[in-house]
């Protein structure tokens, strides 16, 4: 009797592993139906089941079987589920649909898919950079990074000298994406990456002006969507300088919501040049507009209506984009906004029944009404580029100085770096940069391929920007009043100041993180969710049926397959997942996927239970948005490994890099578990997802101590951690002088020592370090050459350290 119940109850175990197994390898809903019945057929014949059981179990088989009858499953099922479905559909606005569809899935979409195929990011080029891509980074590049000095432009002249704008447009630094034809350089993503995160290596103001003409603006959206006749009027004098451009979205009443700018244009006829036309009335109130003060051209957008029908039968087109010359009469420009100490040109502009003609419109008069459109569509690629580019020069530049600084400065007689405390904000430091340079190179080699991935934009502008503002918080912490000290011998304070400016700008971050990343990403990658809405608002009820009948019931393997995958892998700490590489790194392909099922279950689940509500509940989509960047990054992270040739001493920053990136993903999806308002439903949710615990963990101690090894020595892993910025040894380049205090500290270690040793044996006596070093060449300790080494060290130290003063007359902004 026993063995009779242990074998059925074996049986049913197997059972059960064959439906897990049907799920987890994703096999079709025929297959799994014919491999579940001879599966049954055997354990009814084996005869150890109870008969009632027996009836059960084929009665759930029948279920299944049935299933697979598309007619009857489409009417029994499907349409009473279509129904409830159309009835609590999400109402989506037309700017919100735009903003869906911009851009391409990609990467994004296999980590939604809740099994990535790794071999797709293996196939993925790593960036490249064209000779004269090379050329221009090693020379005009470089040639500005020498000219710039920063307290000139951000305290003398609260602007850049003249030779420095002649400069950036005499070489094209303005035109890096218009394309040759027309006189810009035509650059790839990633040689724009290069550029400008090499000069905010350099100064946050020279990087902002030449960014933004190379961000969304006028060149980019006349590119895509001008008129033959306005490219060539405008994208000439763009590129070679003599036209600057600035495009004018926001406004007083509208900023993070920017489809609701008051801002009209209003189709009417009027005079110009003398002759009578058809044009456009235009009235606006625009702010914080970069490059406005100086602008020559103005990219403006404003909701256009056609009263009297003089364009079309339309009453009201929406936002529309024109370029607008600002000589033009009534328009007021020239103001100038102060953006937290690092002036760029930023300010605002109004325009009062400013007449112009109709061809104003980019795109002429067919583009009316679709400057939204044109807007996020332009986004979707170049918010994973200019921003995140910044923020990498400055998170670089950060870590490259406090590596030496902290290696040099001693307090206790140590270098501040062997400080476990500083220790960790530097290994923190070094991580988040490494993430930063590998979220950078790897989308912008993908959009070199052609793809817009808008999802990872998102992803990167809120992340690169936040870990670049941690970045700075750190490096202010371990240089301590260096770093406060404003004056020309600072190089810390101005990007410290100016980070709130890249959180802010192009989607602030909190809306970025709560509404956009997930929110954009559920609908935009989910393998199932945009086909199934399109499906649902068909008007062709037939085919609204069919194909939501095909879309669901794929949805819902999708869903068993997540459910079954997410369990296994967290009861086997996902060990027997496949993983493209063996090794060290292999764990991390393996517990990313495991994060990707989780997170696709996670995700569906709370879709189905809190449906339209979900848009509103934004700490639980910020969550959930917080794991899927994070899968993100960290598959960003081995990617760039990779690239780079698996260099065995990164693997410290990588790891670094990929155990708090999970880690996050981890402690989110349990805070997101813990919030979720229907609490059954997150009991099931936790058991499917961590039937273990939470069991992952963050980076150790010892881990981050590797770290700052690699990069408070001149090691290679610290070159190639901070490989875009400026660093040429000269004077006026502080990362270049502390690169070689450092090496000079480095090849002073035994001198050091022997110093030491002589002061523990009371050889030496003397108070100062000065006095120690010539009392030790009295004592015979050091040669004459090992002290005036020691003494030339001091020097370069102290010159390093030393911070600036100023007469109080020279602070007051107003010098009378
Ligand atoms: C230096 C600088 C340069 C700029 N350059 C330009 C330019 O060239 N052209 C241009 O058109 N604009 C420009 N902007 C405007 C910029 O894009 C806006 O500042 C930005 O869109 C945010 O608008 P806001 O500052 O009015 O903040 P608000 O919209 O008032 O937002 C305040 C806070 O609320 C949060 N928030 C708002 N809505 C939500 C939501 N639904 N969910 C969660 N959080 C939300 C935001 O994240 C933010 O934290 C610039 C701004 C600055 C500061």
Redesign the pocket.
Known sequence: MLITVLLSLLWLAALIGVGLTLAYRRTDLTTSTVILGFALLAYSLLGIAHWLWLIVLWAVFAGIVSLNVTSFRREKITAPLLKVYRSILPSISDTEREALEAGSVWWDGELFSGQPDWSKLAAMPAPSLTDDEQAFLNGPTEDLCRMIDDWQITHELADMPPEIWAFIKEHRFFAMIIPKEYGGLEFSASAVAAVLTKLSSRSAVVASTVG?PNSL?PGELLMHYGTQEQKDRYLPGLASGDEIP?????GPRA????SAIPDTGVVCKGILDGEEIIGIKLNWN?R?????PVATVLGL?FKLYDPDHLIGDKDEYGITAALIPTNTDGIEIGRR?F?LNTPFM?GPTRGKDVFVPLDSIIGGVDRAGQGWRMLVEQLAAGRAVVLPSNAAGGAQAATYASGAYTRIRKQFNLPVSRFEGVGEALARMAGRTYITNAAISVTCAAIDQGEQPAVPSAILKYHCTEMGRMVANDAMDVQGGKGIMLGPKNYLGRTYQAIP?AI?????????R??IIFGQGAIRCHPYVLDEMQAATNDDYEQSLKDFDRHLFGHIGYAFSNAARSFFMALTHARYSDTPKAGQIARFYQHINRYSAAFALASDVSMLVLGGELKRR?SLSARLGDVFSSMYLASMVLKHFENQSYPEDDLPLVEWACRSLLYQAQEQLHSFLRNFPNRPVAALLRVLIFPRGRMYSAPSDKLSQKIVDLITHPTDARERLCASIYTTSEPGNPLGLLQDALEAAEAATRLEEKLKEAVRSGIIDAPGPLEKINQAEAAGVFTADEAEQLRRLDEQIMALIDVDDFDSQELRANQI
């Open positions: 933004v603006g600035c495009f004018a979205l926001t900023g993070s919501d920017a625009k914080y507009i970069t490059l406005a957008a906004h953006p930023n400016i802010t700008v192009e989607g602030a971050n909190i809306l970025t709560s509404l934004e």
